[in-house]
């Protein structure tokens, strides 16, 4: 089974810049979760889709955005970047229903913004 | 606020020691508390997920409890490995607060000393 994927893997994007950060579940998987891993904040979650509509957002501004496609895979757009959007991105999957199953996680996007 | 913390931050011990980390919740109305492992760079594996009826689960020397009366969880790791070294991250779904995901520890740093 595959798991969770993101792509790209690396990214060096400048201020003011817009940038798209990719992901696809777990076959199956139909919700898609977004968190920002900054260093020495931990993990900070930044939005929920599921079945293709966004079900809730953490507490970040409106110049993050996503959505989740047909297929459940999903995106995460950032734009105007700031320095301090400089972080691991985390894409996680869950079936349905996700309080009674686990997440699971891709391996992440490293963003740094210069 | 719903808070998760880990204590300690880091450890260091020898090979072969058994050894727990903590997780403490501010919330006793959680769903489920799932421990998860990072190894630098990386995403996250989920090792285990405890709901909120089970006192504990174990995979392979990993066992996990959790008791919500005192809003505590630990992870045992018996007899550790260098392989094992990691970081290890607590994490709790709330009860009507499962929509914003999980809400995550800082996580322990363990270095397992060959």
């Known amino acids: 089974e595959a798991g969770v994927t993101q792509s790209p893997t690396h990214l060096i994007k400048t201020r003011g810049q817009q940038v798209t950060l990719r992901c696809s579940p777990i076959s199956g998987h139909t919700s898609v979760y977004w968190y920002q891993q900054a260093l020495g904040l931990g993990l900070q979650f930044l939005l929920w889709y599921d079945e293709g509509e966004e079900r809730n957002r953490g507490n970040f501004p409106p110049r993050f955005s996503g959505r989740q496609f047909p297929n459940y895979s999903s995106e995460l757009n950032v734009n105007a970047l700031e320095l301090e959007d400089s972080a691991l991105y985390l894409c996680a999957s869950s079936l349905a229903g996700r309080v009674y199953s686990p997440l699971h996680f891709g391996n992440g996007t490293r963003l740094t913004v210069t | 606020k719903q808070e998760v913390t880990q204590i300690p931050a880091a450890l260091s011990v020898p090979e072969g020691e058994n050894l727990v980390l903590n997780c403490s919740f501010t919330?006793?109305?959680?769903?489920?508390l799932q421990w998860f492992r990072q190894d630098p760079g990386k995403g996250l594996t989920s090792l285990l997920l405890?709901?909120?009826?089970?006192r504990e689960q174990t995979s392979g020397r990993l066992n996990a409890s959790l008791d919500k009366s005192s809003g505590r969880s630990t992870l045992y790791i018996a007899a550790s490995q260098p392989g094992d070294s990691a970081t290890y991250l607590c994490a709790a779904t709330y009860s009507g607060g499962g929509a914003d995901g999980l809400t995550f520890g800082k996580g322990t740093h363990l270095i397992i000393q060959p």
């Open positions: 919330d006793s109305a959680i769903y489920n």
């Open positions: 405890i709901q909120s009826s089970q």
